[in-house]
């Protein structure tokens, strides 16, 4: 059982360009995450799917973008990444998106470098 | 916006107990977790409170009181592999996750 799944593990970017984060899960889970964790300000919530088809902004969405075609697939693209983007990315998936109790379980991280 | 905090270190010695804290502002509370998270790792989940009292499991313990916004975790016969962060972070009306910074907790032998 893989669980969620992340690519690239790590990564250094130069900036300006164009990059996509892979996450994939195979629990059928209907919500999917992606936040983003920075030294003393801990993990913050980037974009969101409840279910495949939509999607939906976070805490600082500004600067990426995601699409949700598919209920295992979640990428999520910088269009132009900049020095500030330099962060440690989780992916997450959950069963429920509207469930208090619903557990979000995370993917092992990408470490993304813009330079 | 949402306010989580709780404190940047803490330290103790292998076999003692450790009580993290975490106190919460949020928009409406639909449950309390605490996430684990090693170095270069993913959190991985402890414990849901969404009543108010203790929840104990093994060594470790949740504590909750909705009232006073107030949540702690117990870690008790402490152990090198408890050297982690521990990630407090409450489901707001919008159920969307609002995470704490993280206690990083290191253990001395």
């Known amino acids: 059982i893989a669980g969620i799944t992340q690519a690239p593990t790590s990564q250094i970017l130069a900036a300006g360009r164009r990059m996509t984060l892979r996450c994939t899960q195979d629990?059928?889970?209907?919500?999917m995450y992606w936040y983003r964790q920075d030294l003393g300000l801990g993990l913050r919530l980037i974009h969101y799917s409840n279910t495949a088809g939509t999607t939906g902004k976070g805490e600082v969405p500004d600067g990426y973008s995601v699409s949700r075609a598919n209920t295992d697939d979640f990428p999520l693209t910088l269009a132009s990444a900049v020095p500030s983007q330099t962060s440690v990315y989780f992916c997450?998936?959950?069963?429920?998106?509207?469930?208090?109790?619903?557990?979000?379980?995370f993917g092992p991280g990408t470490r993304l470098t813009v330079l | 916006g949402q306010n989580i905090d709780q404190p940047t270190e803490m330290t103790a010695t292998e076999g003692a107990i450790v009580q993290i804290n975490c106190t919460y502002q949020?928009?409406?509370?639909?449950?309390l977790f605490w996430y684990q998270q090693h170095a270069g790792e993913a959190p991985t989940f402890l414990s849901y409170?969404?009543?108010?009292g203790l929840e104990e499991k093994g060594r470790f313990s949740s504590f909750l009181s909705r009232s006073k916004g107030y949540s702690y975790l117990l870690l008790k016969e402490l152990q090198m592999k408890d050297s982690a962060s521990y990630l407090c972070?409450?489901?707001?009306?919008?159920?969307?996750?609002?995470f704490g910074a993280g206690t990083t907790v290191t253990v001395r032998a």
């Open positions: 409170n969404v009543l108010d």
């Open positions: 997450a998936s959950s069963d429920s998106p509207d469930r208090g109790s619903d557990t979000q379980y």
């Open positions: 949020t928009s409406g509370f639909n449950g």
């Open positions: 629990m059928r889970h209907n919500a």
């Open positions: 972070a409450v489901v707001p009306n919008d159920y969307k996750l609002s």
